[in-house]
């Protein structure tokens, strides 16, 4: 049973540039949120799709957008960069988006010079 | 709003002592809280939740949690710990608000555990 992937791993990218960074959620789930992890800080949520529909948005700028395709996988894209937009980024799937399960793929860590 | 604290930033235990980290929440509502342990350059593990029931709840890896609705704690514990069990432990809550499973979280502790 496939849990959680992100893709890519790493990533290094310039101030001004854009981003996209891709979740694959857990076989059979629904629902994806996506958290921004600063070095030493805790997760803080960015938004959360399900059926295709950003469902809950964080204190994000809209700099941050998503999308979420019809076999569930998201996107996260991230325009403007900024310095402090270097962290980890964590995508997280459930089954509806009021299940209290929530899993966790292994994040993408954005590197931002 | 629903916020988590975790006062400590570091816990220092020696292997087979217990250990316990704290964390306290504020939430709208009935609370549905969960510990999380992270190790380093990965993702969030899920360790165990409290949503209704028993005060103490059981999960992986012989970790437990008492929920004190009173102290509005939700701390993290374990009889013996192990050296394996050093890593990063965020506490969360989630309170459903605007009907979805946001996940507000503590700054997390590191969890040292000496031999």
């Known amino acids: 049973d496939a849990g959680v992937t992100q893709s890519p791993t790493h990533l290094i990218k310039t101030r001004g540039q854009q981003v996209t960074l891709r979740c694959s959620p857990k076989?059979?789930?629904?629902?994806v949120s996506w958290y921004q992890q600063a070095l030493g800080q805790g997760p803080q949520f960015i938004f959360q799709y399900y059926e295709e529909e950003e469902r809950q948005r964080g204190n994000f700028p809209d700099r941050f957008s998503g999308h979420q395709f019809p076999n569930y996988s998201s996107e996260l894209n991230v325009n403007a960069l900024l310095l402090g937009d270097s962290a980890l980024y964590l995508c997280a799937s459930s089954l509806g988006w009021t299940s209290y399960e929530q899993y966790f793929g292994p994040g993408t860590r954005l590197t931002v010079t | 709003a629903q916020s988590v604290a975790q006062p400590e930033d570091q816990v220092n235990v020696a292997e087979g002592n217990p250990l316990t980290v704290k964390c306290t929440y504020s939430v709208s509502g009935n609370p549905y809280l969960f510990w999380y342990v992270q190790y380093p350059n990965r993702g969030l593990q899920f360790l165990l939740k409290?949503?209704?029931?028993?005060?103490l709840v059981k999960g992986s890896y012989g970790f437990e949690a008492e929920f004190n609705k009173s102290q509005t704690s939700f701390h993290l514990k374990k009889p013996s710990a192990l050296v394996s069990d050093s890593a990063l432990y965020f506490c969360?809550?989630?309170?459903?608000?605007?009907?979805?499973?946001?996940?507000?979280f503590g700054t997390g502790t590191q969890l040292k555990v000496e031999l």
């Open positions: 969360a809550v989630s309170g459903l608000t605007g009907g979805g499973n946001k996940l507000t």
């Open positions: 409290y949503i209704t029931g028993d005060n």
């Open positions: 076989s059979g789930h629904d629902t």
